[in-house]
T-cell receptor, first 112, second 113 residues
Framework: SQTIHQWPATLVQPVGSPLSLECTVE??????LYWYRQAAGRGLQLLFY??????ISSEVPQNLSASRPQDRQFILSSKKLLLSDSGFYLC???????????FGNGTRLTVT | SQQGEEDPQALSIQEGENATMNCSYK?????LQWYRQNSGRGLVHLIL?????REKHSGRLRVTLDTSKKSSSLLITASRAADTASYFC?????????????FGTGTRLTIIP
């Protein structure tokens, strides 16, 4: 069966510090991978998605970036965090085609 | 940007009653999906309906899709306290293949025991 791992679960970082959130998927190959952000009590904002190694589509131009160094690894990064980067970050995967998304448990990031 | 918008934003009903949530979207779609999120957790997929389908059932869930009105509804019958959660619709825009999936703003459902 397929599983998705996302870590850390919570993170408190000062403004201006770097960020690296990692997500890995097991039990499937060539998945589509996604990063979403959810502000408190709000909907999900699509940040990045990837249909293959090294292929990243960016939805929101900001100080975040994503990389996919391996087939089942998706990394969200920032060189310098802003207060507005606080939120709940969710990684997800799906098979090719119109299949459902499978989400990780999320990372709650607080930038202070 | 948000493709979908759920209505109402919040809904409170008594246990045993039916709950109906609506989703409106802006552009043509390949499919529409409904997800559930318990507080502080990841989302869980409930049901997918394709653009050429009008109605779909799964257990106590019934989803309808009206592509002419660009809207969908999710009906939960015989609600239970465990149904308390936020519910989101997600759409796959037709001009993006199936890779891109954008979510609405969600409906917060509270079931009163």
């Amino acid at each position: 069966s397929q599983t998705i791992h996302q870590w850390p679960a919570t993170l408190v970082q000062p403004v201006g510090s770097p960020l690296s959130l990692e997500c890995t998927v097991e039990g499937t190959s060539n998945p589509n991978l996604y990063w979403y952000r959810q502000a408190a009590g709000r909907g999900l904002q699509l940040l990045f998605y990837s249909v293959g190694i090294g292929q990243i589509s960016s939805e929101v131009p900001q100080n975040l970036s994503a990389s996919r160094p391996q087939d089942r690894q998706f990394i969200l990064s920032s060189k310098k965090l802003l207060l507005s980067d606080s939120g709940f970050y969710l990684c997800a995967w799906r098979r090719q085609g119109d299949s459902p998304l499978h989400f990780g448990n999320g990372t709650r990031l607080t930038v202070t | 940007s948000q493709q979908g918008e759920e209505d109402p934003q919040a809904l409170s009903i008594q246990e045993g009653e039916n709950a109906t949530m609506n989703c409106s979207y802006k552009t043509s779609i390949n499919n529409l999906q409904w997800y559930r999120q318990n507080s502080g957790r990841g989302l869980v997929h409930l049901i997918l309906i394709r653009s050429n389908e009008r109605e779909k059932h799964s257990g106590r869930l019934r989803v309808t899709l009206d592509t002419s009105k660009k809207s969908s509804s999710l009906l939960i019958t015989a609600s239970r306290a465990a149904d308390t959660a936020s519910y989101f619709c997600a759409t796959s825009p037709a001009n993006f293949g199936n890779e891109k999936l954008t979510f609405g703003t969600g409906t917060r459902l509270t079931i009163i025991p």
